[in-house]
C-alpha cells in the first residue's frame, strides 16, 4: 500500500504543471487590477461569481488537458483538421483580438509599476519590449520565467491580507450562498465589470496554451488521471488568490473610503496589501504587478506565435533563427510592438486599459468555447473520452450566459443607463 501512494505521488509529479502554471499565470496584471477594482467598486457583490467560475474554468481547463492527451494535437490544429481554414482564420482572429488586448494589459502593468518608483512609461515601456523580445528570441527566457513565475508567486500575499483585513466573514459568505441580485444593480458598468472578471479568470489564450503545453510534454491516457488533479488543483488555486484579492479590496479600499472607489492609479490598488504590507504596500505591489506583467507579456505573445504556426505547420521558433521561421517571429513581434505602442498613446488610462482588455475575453471566450464543445463531442476525435452531459449543459450554460451579458451590456448602453 505504501508502495502504491508513493508510485501515485511520483506520477502526479511527473506530469504536474500544465494545469497550475496556466491557471496561476491567469493572475496577471489585468486580473490583479479587475479584482481589486471589483472589491474597490461593488464590495462582495461579485464573490459568488468567483465561486461559481472557478467550477467552469475547472472544466473548460480539464475539458482541453483532455483534449490534448486523446488527440496529441493542440486545439488550434484540430479546429483546422476538423472545420477547415476559413473557421480557423476565424478562431485564432478570435484569439489574435484577444491576445492583443491582453498584451496591451501587460504592458499597461509594466508601465503602471515603474510609475510607482517614479519611472515614466515613455522610457520603461519601450526598454521592456527590447528587453522581452531579445529574451524569447535568443532563447533564454526560461529561466528569466523561473524568476519572474517566483517573483509573482508575491500575489499570494493577498490571502493573508484579506483574513489581516478582518472582514465580516458572516457578511463575506451570505453575499457567496445568497447574493444580492437586485435588478436595479445591472447597470452597464456592472455588466462590464463582470464580464471583465470572467474574462481575466477564464481566458481564451489559456486554453491554446494548456492544450499545447500538454501535448508538449507528451501525457498519455494511463496518466490523465493526474493530469485532470493538476487541472482542478490549478483552478482552485488561483480563484483563491482572486477571491482574497477581492476582499482584501472590499474592505482596505471600499469600506476604508466609505463608499465605492474607482481605481484610477497603481497607488490606489495597492491600498489592498496594506494589512501585510503596511507602509511598504506600494513597493510590494509594484514588485509583483512588475514580474507577472512582464512574464505575461511574454508567454502571451509567445502561445499566439505558437497557435498560428502551430494550426497551419509553420515552423516554431525560439530554437531556430529568424529567417527559419519568419511567420512565428513576424506574430510575436508584431504583438509585443502592439502592446507597446498602444500603452504609449497620448491619454491612454492605463487601469481602465487593463479592465477593458479582460472585459474583451469575456466578450470573445465563447467564440473559442463553442469550437472546443464541437471538438469534444465527436467520437471521431475523442472517441470515449467526449463530454458528459453535466459538462455540456454548464459549459453551454456559461457561453451563454456570457452572450447575454454582452447583450445586456449593449442594450443598457444604447439606452443611456
Not at 501535448?215 to 483552478?235: A, P, T
Not at 477571491?243 to 482596505?252: D, T
Not at 470573445?364 to 463553442?370: A, G, M, S, T, Y
Given at each position: 500500500?505504501?508502495?502504491?501512494?508513493?508510485?501515485?505521488?511520483?506520477?502526479?509529479?511527473?506530469?504536474?504543471?500544465?494545469?497550475?502554471?496556466?491557471?496561476?499565470?491567469?493572475?496577471?496584471?489585468?486580473?490583479?487590477?479587475?479584482?481589486?477594482?471589483?472589491?474597490?467598486?461593488?464590495?462582495?457583490?461579485?464573490?459568488?461569481?468567483?465561486?461559481?467560475?472557478?467550477?467552469?474554468?475547472?472544466?473548460?481547463?480539464?475539458?482541453?488537458?483532455?483534449?490534448?492527451?486523446?488527440?496529441?494535437?493542440?486545439?488550434?490544429?484540430?479546429?483546422?483538421?476538423?472545420?477547415?481554414?476559413?473557421?480557423?482564420?476565424?478562431?485564432?482572429?478570435?484569439?489574435?483580438?484577444?491576445?492583443?488586448?491582453?498584451?496591451?494589459?501587460?504592458?499597461?502593468?509594466?508601465?503602471?509599476?515603474?510609475?510607482?518608483?517614479?519611472?515614466p512609461r515613455y522610457i520603461?515601456?519601450?526598454?521592456?519590449?527590447?528587453?522581452?523580445?531579445?529574451?524569447?528570441?535568443?532563447?533564454?527566457?526560461?529561466?528569466?520565467?523561473?524568476?519572474?513565475?517566483?517573483?509573482?508567486?508575491?500575489?499570494?500575499?493577498?490571502?493573508?491580507?484579506?483574513?489581516?483585513?478582518?472582514?465580516?466573514?458572516?457578511?463575506?459568505?451570505?453575499?457567496?450562498?445568497?447574493?444580492?441580485?437586485n435588478p436595479a444593480k445591472?447597470?452597464?458598468?456592472?455588466?462590464?465589470?463582470?464580464?471583465?472578471?470572467?474574462?481575466?479568470?477564464?481566458?481564451?489564450?489559456?486554453?491554446?496554451?494548456?492544450?499545447?503545453?500538454?501535448?508538449?510534454?507528451?501525457?498519455?491516457?494511463?496518466?490523465?488521471?493526474?493530469?485532470?488533479?493538476?487541472?482542478?488543483?490549478?483552478?482552485?488555486?488561483?480563484?483563491?488568490?482572486?477571491?482574497?484579492?477581492?476582499?482584501?479590496?472590499?474592505?482596505?479600499?471600499?469600506?476604508?473610503?466609505?463608499?465605492?472607489?474607482?481605481?484610477?492609479?497603481?497607488?490606489?490598488?495597492?491600498?489592498?496589501?496594506?494589512?501585510?504590507a503596511h507602509g511598504f504596500?506600494?513597493?510590494?505591489?509594484?514588485?509583483?504587478?512588475?514580474?507577472?506583467?512582464?512574464?505575461?507579456?511574454?508567454?502571451?505573445?509567445?502561445?499566439?506565435?505558437?497557435?498560428?504556426?502551430?494550426?497551419?505547420?509553420?515552423?516554431?521558433?525560439?530554437?531556430?533563427?529568424?529567417?527559419?521561421?519568419?511567420?512565428?517571429?513576424?506574430?510575436?513581434?508584431?504583438?509585443?510592438?502592439?502592446?507597446?505602442?498602444?500603452?504609449?498613446?497620448?491619454?491612454?488610462?492605463?487601469?481602465?486599459?487593463?479592465?477593458?482588455?479582460?472585459?474583451?475575453?469575456?466578450?470573445?471566450?465563447?467564440?473559442?468555447?463553442?469550437?472546443?464543445?464541437?471538438?469534444?463531442?465527436?467520437?471521431?476525435?475523442?472517441?470515449?473520452?467526449?463530454?458528459?452531459?453535466?459538462?455540456?449543459?454548464?459549459?453551454?450554460?456559461?457561453?451563454?450566459?456570457?452572450?447575454?451579458?454582452?447583450?445586456?451590456?449593449?442594450?443598457?448602453?444604447?439606452?443611456?443607463?
Amino acid at each position: 500500500m505504501r508502495r502504491l501512494g508513493r508510485y501515485r505521488l511520483l506520477a502526479f509529479l511527473a506530469v504536474v504543471g500544465p494545469g497550475i502554471i496556466t491557471s496561476a499565470a491567469d493572475n496577471d496584471a489585468g486580473g490583479v487590477i479587475t479584482y481589486t477594482q471589483a472589491g474597490a467598486m461593488y464590495r462582495y457583490d461579485l464573490l459568488w461569481v468567483i465561486i461559481v467560475i472557478t467550477f467552469a474554468l475547472a472544466m473548460i481547463q480539464e475539458m482541453c488537458a483532455r483534449m490534448g492527451v486523446v488527440t496529441q494535437k493542440g486545439l488550434g490544429e484540430l479546429i483546422r483538421e476538423n472545420f477547415g481554414v476559413k473557421w480557423t482564420m476565424f478562431a485564432l482572429s478570435t484569439l489574435l483580438i484577444a491576445n492583443l488586448g491582453v498584451t496591451v494589459a501587460e504592458f499597461a502593468g509594466i508601465a503602471v509599476s515603474l510609475e510607482i518608483f517614479g519611472l515614466p512609461r515613455y522610457i520603461t515601456v519601450p526598454v521592456a519590449a527590447i528587453v522581452i523580445w531579445m529574451l524569447v528570441v535568443k532563447g533564454t527566457f526560461k529561466i528569466v520565467e523561473k524568476v519572474f513565475m517566483g517573483i509573482a508567486v508575491l500575489y499570494a500575499t493577498y490571502i493573508v491580507s484579506g483574513i489581516l483585513a478582518r472582514p465580516d466573514w458572516g457578511e463575506v459568505f451570505r453575499n457567496i450562498y445568497a447574493p444580492d441580485l437586485n435588478p436595479a444593480k445591472l447597470t452597464p458598468q456592472f455588466l462590464f465589470l463582470t464580464i471583465a472578471v470572467i474574462g481575466t479568470t477564464i481566458t481564451p489564450w489559456m486554453q491554446f496554451f494548456l492544450q499545447a503545453t500538454v501535448v508538449d510534454k507528451g501525457i498519455r491516457s494511463e496518466d490523465y488521471v493526474y493530469q485532470k488533479l493538476d487541472v482542478f488543483v490549478g483552478s482552485f488555486m488561483t480563484d483563491l488568490v482572486s477571491f482574497f484579492m477581492i476582499v482584501a479590496a472590499a474592505v482596505m479600499i471600499h469600506d476604508a473610503r466609505g463608499g465605492p472607489v474607482a481605481i484610477n492609479n497603481a497607488a490606489e490598488a495597492a491600498a489592498a496589501l496594506k494589512p501585510v504590507a503596511h507602509g511598504f504596500a506600494e513597493k510590494l505591489f509594484a514588485i509583483g504587478l512588475l514580474g507577472a506583467s512582464t512574464l505575461a507579456a511574454a508567454v502571451v505573445p509567445l502561445s499566439t506565435a505558437y497557435t498560428y504556426s502551430e494550426a497551419f505547420g509553420w515552423e516554431i521558433g525560439i530554437s531556430r533563427k529568424f529567417s527559419e521561421a519568419p511567420v512565428f517571429y513576424g506574430v510575436y513581434t508584431f504583438s509585443i510592438l502592439f502592446g507597446a505602442i498602444v500603452v504609449l498613446l497620448p491619454n491612454v488610462h492605463l487601469v481602465n486599459a487593463m479592465i477593458n482588455a479582460q472585459a474583451v475575453n469575456g466578450i470573445l471566450l465563447p467564440v473559442i468555447l463553442v469550437f472546443m464543445l464541437k471538438l469534444v463531442n465527436r467520437k471521431d476525435v475523442m472517441g470515449c473520452y467526449t463530454n458528459s452531459r453535466i459538462y455540456n449543459i454548464a459549459v453551454w450554460a456559461m457561453a451563454i450566459v456570457l452572450i447575454l451579458m454582452t447583450l445586456g451590456w449593449l442594450v443598457g448602453l444604447a439606452l443611456g443607463y
